[in-house]
């Protein structure tokens, strides 16, 4: 898998009709390590990503974060709990600098008037998610350790200029494995040249290396 086909298995596309009418409205600027919405939030409206890169996650009692997914320019993010009615479940924040269009309720009972095919470009939208996200289950529950952390770098890496803000315990905490594991993981790609490690940021510098790592 090269980075292009990373990105397309990662990405769904928007239906072009829809992508013109979320693009009408006008795009707030957030700096980066802005919080976009919270856990536990009424979800008065949910977003489309016009540039830059997300981080949906949750946060437990105790204040352990746990990635969900991570987004980038010409996704939608925070529909279900906008949709289903119930308070948010997740946190979302900009891991880059980001320009996103936010999108009411107003707006999508205005767009359905003005063209209804829209309401079936949606509901196509929102199944293909699903079906990714059941994808992606599959695919990381038969992974070792090393491949889920090869995954978690490589896809919040995706938008940036490779450099994550990160801790060994927000790895673990991410994808289901003790510090201990994530440092001797992250030991062997450091030994390997595929990335470079600081206080609290971790660059990936041989983005194939990964990628082919988690093709073997």
């Given at each position: 898998m ?6 397309v ?22 700096k ?13 409206n949910?977003?489309f ?10 946060m437990?009692?105790?204040?352990a974060e746990?990635?969900?997914n ?7 993010f ?6 289903d ?5 997740s ?16 707006d999508?009972?205005h767009?359905?008037?003005e ?22 289950i ?10 889920r ?5 490589l ?15 927000d790895?673990g ?10 440092s ?9 040249k595929w ?22």
């Amino acid at each position: 898998m090269n980075e292009n086909e990373y990105l397309v298995y990662h990405k769904i596309d928007m239906p072009t009709e829809l992508f013109e009418a979320f693009n009408r409205k006008e795009a707030k600027l957030y700096k980066k390590n802005s919080i976009i919405y919270r856990q536990g939030e009424k979800a008065e409206n949910f977003y489309f990503l016009k540039k830059g890169n997300v981080e949906v996650f949750v946060m437990s009692q105790e204040g352990a974060e746990k990635g969900l997914n991570n987004y980038r320019a010409g996704e939608v993010f925070g529909e279900a709990s906008f949709f289903d009615g119930y308070p948010r479940i997740s946190t979302a924040k900009t891991i880059t600098e980001c320009e996103i269009i936010t999108i009411t309720r107003k707006d999508i009972e205005h767009f359905f008037k003005e063209d209804p095919s829209l309401a079936l470009k949606l509901i196509e939208l929102l199944s293909k998610k699903v079906l990714r996200l059941s994808r992606e289950i599959d695919h990381i529950s038969f992974m070792s350790a090393e491949k889920r952390i090869a995954e978690y770098l490589l896809s919040r890496s995706q938008g940036t200029d490779g450099t994550i803000t990160c801790t060994q315990e927000d790895i673990g905490n991410t994808v289901g494995v003790s510090r201990i594991t994530v440092s001797r993981t992250l030991g062997k790609f450091l030994k390997d040249k595929w990335i470079r490690t600081g206080y609290k940021k971790i660059e990936i510098i041989n983005i194939k290396g990964l990628m082919e790592f988690l093709d073997d």
